[in-house]
T-cell receptor
């Protein structure tokens, strides 16, 4: 089955800096790659997603890039703010969805 | 929040007892999922449903069963709870056909003592 690896497990940045989280997947059939943000004690929230026929997608301060040949995709957050502090999960899906183990992002004011 | 509720929100139970968790949706989505979330493991799929009475196993289905007798409700049952099933359980729905654009319910924290 699909295996998704996510790095780093923790990331600390200064407010205003950029943050990048990277994921790799194993199943070349995967065709959908979402990113979720989870605040402490809350449900995961879908923040951005990308399909396999697209290389990059942007929504305000967040962007996702996909390299299907190398089987990796990344989340980019620019101009980080303290409210971006949370755990971020990547996932890859074909018949079902497999998640990475998560990245705890801390944005220091 | 996609009209998804879960009940109960918190439960403490003893080893060996049966437990049923309920997921309820108000928007008639065809696909529904049960995940468990444990530290260091992200979210892992237990079972999913693609219609009334249509279910399939996920990555970590051992010790769990599901039922879906009507579109709006998806039940997860632990026939005989074990301490390894202590976890936070999330239900999710897909707005489309297949595992795409999943939205999660508020979660159920289950403790098995």
């Amino acid at each position: 089955g699909e295996n998704v690896e996510q790095h780093p497990s923790t990331l600390s940045v200064q407010e205003g800096d950029s943050a990048v989280i990277k994921c790799t997947y194993s199943d070349s059939a995967s065709n959908y790659f979402p990113w979720y943000k989870q605040e402490l004690g809350k449900r995961p929230q879908l923040i951005i997603d990308i399909r396999s026929n697209v290389g990059e997608k942007k929504d305000q301060r967040i962007a996702v890039t996909l390299n299907k040949t190398a089987k990796h995709f990344s989340l980019h957050i620019t101009e980080t703010q303290p409210e971006d502090s949370a755990v971020y999960f990547c996932a890859a899906a074909y018949n079902d969805m497999r998640f990475g183990a998560g990245t705890r992002l801390t944005v220091k004011p | 929040d996609a009209g998804i509720t879960q009940s109960p929100r918190h439960k403490v139970t003893e080893t060996g007892t049966p437990v049923t968790l309920r997921c309820h949706q108000t928007e008639n989505h065809r696909y529904m999922y049960w995940y468990r979330q444990d530290p260091g493991h992200g979210l892992r799929l237990i079972h999913y449903s693609y219609g009334v009475k249509d279910t399939d196993k996920g990555e970590v289905s051992d010790g769990y069963s599901v039922s879906r007798s009507k579109t709006e409700d998806f039940l997860l049952t632990l026939e005989s709870a074990t301490s390894s099933q202590t976890s936070v359980y999330f239900c999710a729905i897909s707005e489309g056909t297949g595992p795409y654009e999943q939205y999660f319910g508020p979660g159920t924290r289950l403790t098995v003592t």
